[in-house]
């Protein structure tokens, strides 16, 4: 079992900057590709980011790309979103996700994750 945990987020100004953490533990996450999602009240989750297993393969959202990245250390067993240039539409409880099938392959679907944190809160004002 891998046991996710996120970290980081916060309110921000629209413009500024956040890095969210996810930090894995039971497991190691090194065969495992890792995503971000995130949702708003009333809507399903939706997706972010993804990176895979080896770290060199990334995936982004349309909305996101270009301000955000994400990345990962496999010998800290955490996942980072660095988000730039924040938007009130970024406002959302974002979550990590992590599977250990198809690690080479980043699927966009919550229902392809198995193992997901608790979430953290990133709220933009403006």
């Known amino acids: 079992q891998v046991q996710l945990v996120e970290t980081g987020g916060g309110l921000v100004q629209v413009g500024g900057s956040l890095r969210l953490s996810c930090a894995a533990s039971?497991?190691?996450?090194?065969?495992?590709?890792m995503t971000w999602f995130r949702q708003t009240p009333g809507k399903g989750r939706e997706f972010v980011a993804g990176?895979?297993?080896?770290?060199?393969?990334?995936k982004y959202a349309d909305s996101v790309k270009g301000r955000f990245t994400i990345s990962r250390d496999n010998a800290k067993n955490t996942v980072y979103l660095e988000m730039n240039n924040l938007k009130p539409e970024d406002t959302a409880v974002y979550y990590c996700?992590?599977?250990?099938?198809?690690?080479?392959?980043?699927?966009?679907?919550?229902?392809?994750?198995?193992?997901w944190g608790q979430g953290t809160q990133v709220t933009v004002s403006s």
């Open positions: 996700a992590a599977d250990y099938r198809r690690p080479g392959v980043l699927t966009t679907f919550p229902y392809e994750y198995n193992y």
């Open positions: 039971g497991r190691t996450i090194s065969m495992y590709k």
């Open positions: 990176v895979s297993w080896t770290g060199d393969m990334t």
